[in-house]
């Protein structure tokens, strides 16, 4: 995870590249979860760029690009890592947990920057942790602040 330069950027549903627009409308009819779309609080692209350390980059992809997108009950997250094709997942804000990463024990061994996510996604019967990269930057903040208070306001 500290291998990585990142940057994060506000952005709209309707900007979105069209492959990340058709993985997202696959997971959410896939899983029937309707216009979930229509509430975003905020829709941001995290981008994260492998740092190149002597001649080799290291095991792991050399470019991840995630559109991320928080609404008053759902997180969504695509996912585009290199050539791969894009990924959609989503959560319930009452099933997860968000703690900021730079908090986390881990920090002092592999500095980085972002939150995991603790807790059952839709497509999964069992609990997890996860890492979503935001970028140490005016969105990256903006986006990290929304979601706690968004998982914190979902459980009340």
Known sequence: MGDYNRSTRETTIA??????TDALNKHIERYELGSILDDALIC???NSEKIKKGLFSGPGAKVVKSVIILTPRWLLEVVKADNDAAFARSAQLTDI????YEKSPFYAKIPDTGVQVSGRYTDTSESSTSFIGLGKD??????KSMLIEAVQDAKK
Not at 97 to 100: G, K, N
């Open 97 to 100: 947990t968000i703690s900021d």
């Open 15 to 20: 900007n979105l590249p069209s492959e990340t």
């Open 138 to 143: 005016a969105a990256g903040e903006k986006f």
């Open 44 to 46: 941001v692209e995290a």
